[in-house]
């Protein structure tokens, strides 16, 4: 692994946030739906963005996040499940988005997609589906603002949680905790994928600090119930330590 450098960059707090993906919203009303969603509570937004070839499944390119961008202020979180990623990243810094992230195995040299995302003043995430190795950090960890550990198969929202992504949650969170003891700058912990009302403490418990879910809050009646019951939650996983 490379040495830790302190990092100007990283502001982030010690804390947990809740990122709704609009994948499960209502797109004829996105405007509303992400402005009704941070009023509940949302902490960030997340944009799940599919190529139907990477993953199976067709969704939404940089013009959808410029048009949201207007009714929040809170950080867009741009999930890129395309390949090549290289050309998309100026389009979505330009379009708004705070944080991007995209899958190793889906760019041809990480460094750089790593380095293009932060000259493009972006926080940069690295994602990893459920079979793919942590390995990829060895090098990389200087250049990572957030590591996104999926619970399930990318490509479609609603599916079940992948129990294995537990146990790559504390790995990911050791890997992570040394780093920023030996001086390293912040990295967030992400996890996308099945997060529901029942399964978040142990999720919290394994280590993850930023919970993205969309069918767990869109298409449901009350947005702020369900925020409210999440983080009930997520204080309980902390109550019993990691
Ligand atoms: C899956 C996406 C997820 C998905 C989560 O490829 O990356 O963000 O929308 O949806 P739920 O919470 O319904 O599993
Ligand atoms: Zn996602």
Redesign the pocket.
Known sequence: MPSPTPNIMSTQPASTRITP?I??ADFARLGEEVRNVVAAGADWI?V?V?DNHY?PNLTIGPMVCSAIRPHVSVPIDV?L?VEPVDDLVPMFAKAGADYISFHPDASRHVDRTLSLIRENGCKAGLVFNPATPLSYLDYVMDKIDLVLI?S????????SFIPAALAKLREARARIDAWTQAGGQEIVLQV????KIDNIAEIRRAGADTF?????IFGKPDYAGIIKSMREQIAIGETTAI
């Open positions: 993906s994948l499960s997340h799940d599919m993953v999930h499940m999926m399930v198969n990318p490509g479609f929202g609603g599916q996308d994928g099945g997060v993205v879910a969309g069918s767990a």
